[in-house]
């Protein structure tokens, strides 16, 4: 059920032109709520690496939406989500949502820091994103018709950016998610090989997997001038995160939501049909 006074509260959405946060500033502008974007173009601007930008833009909030730029694996981000729940706190705000990764140690340190902030809390905890074939870095490769990645063989339960999304906004705006740690995955493991594929019939495109080393991987991401931030990140996901580790699924959305997870193969035909990855014939 939906909380009463929801309605009333002003809530930040960090991250919110993001993948996940854009989808959650969305819901919940769409259902009324009052929000504020939590980005550096905001009228409010809010910036993570630029603490004097806080404090304004969490004036008057009541719940947060935590989506940590580049992400919470990087160095120092546990001391940031430390200081920026301290400035929440000093602002009054009282309920937290917290995006993080799963698998991740530096991630689960920054989980405990919420979970022991005192305030309501709630973590969504993701597996890899389908999205980064088509709103990241990889959207260019599968344009170019070959993704070429390390560790095509290990199997990931992607999920579909609209089920975060869906989990986070029903803990922003409904009762009975304190407390609940939300492990989100999709319905089954593919391979990066396998999704490549499921990508390519959807697309009706021939778009080839090519398995190469961390080093290549890095290489390329550069030529392709993806931020050096993200191509840090990305190297350390692959030779780090995505061993394995996660290839089981969870059940966070069908407790969170009541409902199945979106499959691989509803994100491929849903964003094939957008024609995000069609190619120009020019």
Not at 28 to 48: K, N, T, V, Y
Request: aromatic share 8%.
């Amino acid at each position: 059920m939906t909380n009463s006074t929801s309605q009333q509260r002003l809530i930040l959405v960090t991250g919110g032109t993001g993948k996940t946060g854009g989808r959650v500033a969305t819901r919940l502008r769409q259902a009324g709520h009052r929000i504020r974007i939590g980005s550096r173009a905001a009228e409010i601007p809010f910036d993570w690496a630029d603490r004097s930008t806080w404090t304004p833009a969490l004036f008057g909030v009541d719940a947060v939406y935590i989506a940590f730029q580049p992400d919470l694996a990087v160095p120092g981000a546990p001391e940031t989500i430390r200081a920026f729940i301290n400035a929440a706190k000093v602002n009054g705000v009282r309920k937290l949502v917290l995006l993080s990764g799963r698998g991740e140690p530096e991630a689960v340190a920054c989980e405990q820091i919420v979970q022991g902030s005192g305030l309501d809390w709630t973590i969504v905890r993701c597996s890899f994103f389908a999205q980064n074939f088509s709103e990241g870095a990889f959207l260019e490769y599968v344009l170019a018709g070959a993704v070429a990645l390390p560790n095509g063989d290990v199997p990931e339960p992607f999920v579909h950016a609209d089920d975060i999304a869906d989990v986070a906004f029903a803990a922003l705006t409904e009762d009975g998610h304190s407390g609940e740690l939300y492990e989100l995955t999709g319905p089954r493991s593919l391979t990066f090989s396998e999704a490549v594929a499921e990508i390519a019939s959807a697309t009706g495109r021939e778009v080839a997997f090519i398995p190469i080393s961390r080093t290549d991987f890095v290489a390329a991401l550069t030529e392709y001038q993806v931020p050096a931030d993200v191509v840090s990140l990305l190297d350390y996901l692959f030779g780090t995160i995505l061993d394995g580790r996660n290839a089981k699924t969870a059940d966070g959305v069908q407790r969170a939501l009541g409902r199945a997870p979106k499959d691989f193969r509803d994100y491929a035909d849903e964003t094939a049909a957008t024609g995000i990855w069609n190619i120009s014939s020019e």
